[in-house]
């Protein structure tokens, strides 16, 4: 599928807002799952502790008034306020059961409650007839029995509590553990998300990058590969479509250039006098037949090379230094060139101490005669050229 690169953008966005959305929602719910878990077991803790107290002040109540009829002579009063605490007291047991699943607890209190319903029994007996006392002694009995199943009960509660404790503790470990992976694999996700989502944006980028470079150092013979039809597509090809153009053009200018050569060659030839071209730095670019007969050199030996380095007569690059270092015309400068076995007769040329140069025979020169250097400006210092001319006589 060939996206635009504003639609890669757009959908890199949407990815990287669903996966932030996504790991908001699941952190959410690892947290709402643990505020709901401890919620169920406070809520569950508290009802049981409010019932526990009621249930030990109803124990209490029920210890203070089976006293009372034991001790005192027993009133219609006192059993009838009994009964009623014993009837608060069976329904507080009932709905504490209710709250248990463990079956030794719900034991107990199935025990405690069938204690309380054996003394509403008694009572309601001696309630009934209040002169006969039989099972009165029992109350004391059956009280007794309450108070230690409570008791019993009481462990219980003490070990469900540290239980509750332990649960509350796993559950906050299991939660920091979810949401501690949920934040390592969002994390990984977003690092991978971050190298590979601006790579592929930014790859193609980096092949015109290229391909700039190879056309700054004149290399024509590349081309962009990409295969997207999207704004980076249609500038691809416009580079494509530009690189065979200064292809073409730099064939084109290739091929002027060597046309103006053989012209320049060829005119340079028909004139009968030695020609010589050198860049601003000193270095020969060009020389014509006659010189080369002249000199006795090839193109090799010439060519590319620093005048100091050729075989170049002194005079001929003491000439060119000096037009050199004037950057000016030079006109009608002496110049000597020697046959080979007297290579080293110009070097011996001086001033004599009375300023007079001593006699030079003609017959040991191949060439005597004047120069003329011309500078040819380019747009750059740097592209200035230096023609110069050797003629027998004076030019003027």
Not at 19 to 30: A, D, E, K, P, Q
Not at 351 to 369: I, Q, S, T
Request: net charge neutral; hydrophobic share 40%.
């Amino acid at each position: 599928m060939n996206l635009s690169l504003r639609n890669r953008v757009a959908a890199s966005f949407i990815v990287a807002t669903l996966v932030v959305l996504i790991l908001s929602f699941t952190v959410f719910h690892f947290l709402n799952t643990l505020n709901k878990e401890i919620e169920e077991i406070t809520f569950k803790s508290n009802q049981v502790s409010l019932l526990t107290d009621e249930i030990r002040i109803s124990a209490v109540m029920v210890l203070k008034y089976q006293r009372k009829i034991l001790v005192q002579k027993h009133t219609p009063q006192v059993v009838e306020k009994l009964l009623s605490l014993c009837d608060s007291f069976t329904w507080q047991l009932q709905k504490l059961e209710s709250y248990y699943r463990d079956s030794e607890i719900k034991n107990v209190v199935v025990k405690m409650l069938t204690f309380v319903d054996s003394l509403k029994t008694v009572l309601s007996n001696a309630s009934l007839f209040h002169r006969d006392t039989a099972g009165i002694s029992t109350i004391g009995e059956l009280s007794d029995k309450i108070l230690d199943t409570y008791l019993e009960f009481q462990d219980f509660q003490l070990l469900q509590s540290s239980e509750r404790d332990n649960k509350i503790k796993e559950i906050l470990r299991e939660s920091k553990r979810n949401m501690m992976i949920t934040l390592i694999i969002a994390f990984l996700g977003s690092i991978i998300l971050g190298l590979v989502i601006p790579g592929k944006i930014a790859l193609p980028f980096k092949k015109i990058k290229d391909a700039i470079r190879e056309l700054q150092e004149n290399n024509f013979d590349v081309s962009i590969y990409y295969t997207q039809k999207d704004e980076i597509g249609e500038i691809a090809q416009e580079m494509n479509k530009m690189i065979i153009s200064f292809k073409q053009f730099d064939e084109l200018r290739t091929e002027r250039i060597e046309v103006e050569n053989r012209k320049f060659d060829a005119l340079a030839n028909i004139v009968k006098k030695p020609i010589l071209v050198a860049d601003a730095e000193g270095r020969v670019v060009y020389m014509n037949n006659r010189l080369y007969s002249l000199m006795a050199v090839s193109s090799e030996d010439v060519i590319g090379k620093e005048l100091k380095e050729t075989p170049c007569p002194p005079s001929i690059v003491s000439s060119f230094e000096l037009a050199l270092k004037r950057k000016s015309k030079i006109e009608n400068v002496e110049v000597l060139i020697p046959k080979k076995e007297n290579g080293e007769k110009e070097e011996n040329i001086e001033v004599a101490e009375n300023g007079e140069k001593p006699e030079v025979k003609e017959e040991d020169f191949l060439f005597k005669g004047f120069a003329n250097i011309i500078p040819i400006r380019g747009k750059k210092k740097s592209m200035d050229y230096y023609l110069m001319v050797l003629s027998k006589d004076m030019m003027t």
